[in-house]
């Protein structure tokens, strides 16, 4: 889940993951800027 800028949430298992994100919509001084992809990758040491 993404909120307020920050990716969260509780994992489930340890183990490298990637994803990528994609932000829309996304406007600087109201001008539209074109979508963003973002890659992402998570390293989870150990499961909660």
Known sequence: MIEDGA???VPTA???YRASVTFTGVT???APVADQTV????SVSAAR
């Open 7 to 9: 990716i969260a949430g």
């Open 14 to 16: 340890a183990g490298s």
């Open 28 to 30: 600087c001084a109201a």
């Open 39 to 42: 890659d992402v990758a998570i």
